[in-house]
């Protein structure tokens, strides 16, 4: 597939409603263009999961979608993420879907979405912020970037 000429510092993040027209939404994977299609909004009124739009010149470019969720980490994976307490189990912000528009695949839009992700669990955990959470994972569902 040749690569669109997409890239554009014109990039701006607006969360999921019904305003925005989806039926063009194509990124290779028919689960992930159903998920957003179908289901994002039901899952964002019942608190599951929010949906991100991130848009370029006015097109959806991609999507991802955010839930909270834990990690499990073995007695070894604790030590080598230098975590000492008893429990197992450890906060995590969840990709739970990333998908990125066929034609603007191969752009860095992917990763954009990636890094304002990370971006995201080290602001929630912000010393200087009075209402900072524990977020110290992040983890990636199923995407096709």
């Known amino acids: 597939m040749p690569q669109s000429s997409h890239r554009s510092s014109n990039i701006k993040l607006e969360r999921l409603s019904k305003v925005f027209d989806l039926s063009k939404f194509k990124c290779g994977d028919n689960e992930l263009d159903d998920f957003l ?16 739009l991130m848009i370029a010149d006015e097109k959806i470019v991609n999507y991802f979608s955010l839930a909270a969720d834990s990690i ?3 007695t070894k994976e604790k030590v080598e993420e230098e975590i000492d307490v008893i429990f197992s189990s450890f906060p995590a912000i969840k ?22 992700c990370l971006g995201l669990a080290r602001h929630l955990n912000d010393d200087h912020r009075h209402d900072a959470i524990g977020c110290r994972f992040v983890k990636i569902g199923r995407a096709h970037v």
């Open 37 to 52: 299609v179908s289901d994002a909004l039901k899952y964002q009124k019942t608190c599951l999961a929010n949906t991100t």
């Open 72 to 74: 499990r980490l073995s």
């Open 95 to 116: 990709i739970a879907r990333l998908a990125t528009q066929i034609s603007c695949q191969k752009n860095g839009y992917g990763t954009k979405a990636v890094m304002y």
